[in-house]
């Protein structure tokens, strides 16, 4: 690419704020009502985090997994496709999260919970809370209207952040897992500034809340990493 | 292909050199543009009309770009937003739509426009053949005119000179068997200007597209004279930096003097700045809303700045 210190992250976004949450405000009409049962998962499934089950956690792995790729599907797949070329890559990112997770957590049994030894316990909490009932309001709080509102399980920014969350919580540090929610939270934050987004800031902020976190568990117990 | 030089075309607000057969060519598209346009659809002011060089064929300086304005998917609400914008677009006297298969949707959406409009739309379909293979040009060229809805392009432009040597010969052999009607290049942001330069130079197209505005004024230097030397359309991409430069002044009150220049608001005065340039055919904002593209379409009519007041937009622009 000729010249290529001269493109900014704007010539690479080719579409509007306007085009970019009416996307979102069409995802969820179609959607609509599983983001009640989506917000209601997410809260049971951040409550079982923090109740930190003894056995290894297959069953909110799956339940993560399979939110991981309904995304990939539904959103990138059937609807930001419509205005972004770059949705097949994103789909894909999000199917190969949904295949790690699933494999990693729900198959293999490698993602378990202890509230005696959490890698980052309030970092953790603190992204499910962000994350579950906290971005539904993040439209009406910046002006947009409730249907353009995003909720775990079903839009793609809550979903990975939440994931960070669960990550975060567990006995064990999962660096394959981490990689991609970490990834798109850096993504979404240059797309959404490249579209005058004013909560451009939210998901990369929460990707380096998260690698911090993450990395001064590392330091401070270096049998945590993976 | 070596061009021999051209005389300098007539600007119908101007001066310079013509000739009998470019004043009855312009004469006969201009009667063809207007019989095309239908009942009702005729603007209060006419816009300001100049000639593509290569043909004589007159067009309105203020055109309509699609840049993500226009790429809002499926969405029907959205898009009967972008035909309204047509619409009052068409009203207003406006002819050229300009596009790119890089546009996202925006093809589509403006095939959507025009199919709600009926075909009498009096459209100058311009857009561009954007992918490294040779061998998929004209295939995307015929996807794009599908999503127009349209038969052919009125002019196709080989999109940031991406594969321009190949892309040149095929528009070339296109237009020769009258499936196109005009060449082009384009670039914007001021990049690669010497590549644009020496195809301007060698090879005989009919336009070319690069980004000009009152701050951005490089072209000014040598493109733009290339151009009236080598008789090449000059349509302008970025007229406003994408609303940068509309948002960065607009806090600041309009000087009473841009009332000699026909303008009422800062759009106006910029875009005034614009398509007075000797060298330009016209400018190609974007919007996604009806009044502006009104807004826009009014720098079209009236009084165009001469030099010395261009001068004076210019300093005035630079010292906010």
């Known amino acids: 690419m000729p010249e290529w210190w001269t493109y900014t992250i704007s010539d690479f976004v080719h579409f509007s704020a306007r085009a970019y949450y009416r ?50 599907w539904t959103f990138f797949g059937r609807h930001f496709a419509a205005i972004s070329w770059t949705a097949a890559i994103f789909a894909w990112l999000f199917a190969i999260e949904a295949a790690l997770v699933a494999w990693i957590g729900a198959i293999r049994a490698g993602l378990s919970f202890s509230r005696r030894r959490r890698i980052a316990g309030g970092p953790g909490l603190a992204l499910l809370v962000i994350a579950v009932p906290g971005y539904p309001v993040l439209a009406p709080l910046v002006g947009r209207d409730w249907r353009q509102a995003e909720i775990f399980g ?73 | 292909m070596q061009r021999e030089p051209r005389a300098a075309s007539l600007a119908v607000m101007g001066h310079s050199t013509v000739t009998r057969r470019s004043i009855l060519k312009a004469l006969a598209a201009s009667a063809a ?53 047509m619409r009052a677009f068409f009203a207003a006297g406006g002819r050229m739509i300009d596009s790119s298969p890089m546009y996202g949707s925006s093809q589509a959406v403006i095939g959507h426009g025009l199919a709600r409009l009926g075909r009498a739309a009096p459209v100058f379909s311009a857009d561009k053949v954007w992918t490294a293979s040779r061998q998929e040009g004209e295939p995307q060229i015929r996807r794009s005119a599908a999503h127009w809805g349209v038969g052919r392009f009125d002019l196709v432009q080989v999109h940031n000179l991406l594969g321009w040597e190949a ?82 002044i607009a806090s600041h009150r309009l000087p009473p003097w841009a009332a000699r220049a026909g303008a009422a608001t800062w759009a106006q005065l910029l875009l005034k700045f614009v398509v007075s340039h000797p060298a330009v055919l016209c400018a190609i904002p974007a919007t996604s809303q009806v009044a502006h593209v009104r807004e826009n379409m009014a720098a079209a009519t009236g009084s165009l700045p001469d030099a010395a007041l261009r001068r004076r937009i210019a300093a005035h622009v630079e010292s906010l």
């Open chain 1, 23 to 72: 996307v979102i405000e069409r995802h969820n009409e179609s959607g609509w009502p599983a983001h009640l049962l989506a917000l209601g998962l997410g809260l049971a499934a951040s409550a079982a985090t923090l109740r930190a089950p003894a056995r290894p956690a297959r069953a909110l792995c799956a339940l993560v997994a399979v939110l991981w790729a309904g995304v990939a």
């Open chain 1, 154 to 226: 079903v839009a793609a920014d809550p979903t990975a952040i939440a994931t960070l969350g669960h990550l975060l919580l567990a006995d064990r540090l999962r660096w394959e897992l981490l990689a991609v929610p970490i990834l798109w939270g850096l993504i979404s934050g240059v797309t959404l500034w490249g579209i005058g987004s004013p909560t451009a800031w939210v998901p990369p902020l929460a990707s380096m809340f998260a690698l911090t976190a993450a990395l001064h568990a590392t330091r401070r117990d270096p049998g945590q990493a993976r």
């Open chain 2, 33 to 85: 543009a207007l019989a095309l346009r239908p009942l009702g659809a005729f603007a209060s002011t006419a816009p300001v009309l100049k000639p593509i060089p290569s043909s004589g064929e007159l067009l309105p300086v203020v055109g309509l770009g699609s840049w993500i304005t226009f790429n809002v998917g499926s969405d029907p609400g959205l898009r009967d937003e972008c035909a309204a914008v």
């Open chain 2, 167 to 248: 892309h040149l010969e095929t528009l070339f052999r296109m237009k020769e068997d009258g499936r196109l009607r005009y060449v082009g290049i384009t670039t914007s942001e001021g990049r690669r200007h010497r590549d644009v330069e020496a195809i301007m130079l060698a090879r005989p197209i009919d336009f070319v597209q690069v980004t000009y505005n009152v701050l951005d004024r490089e072209v000014e230097a040598r493109i733009l004279p290339a151009a009236r030397e080598r008789g090449i359309a000059v349509i302008v991409n970025r007229p406003f930096r994408g609303g940068d430069l509309i948002r960065s």
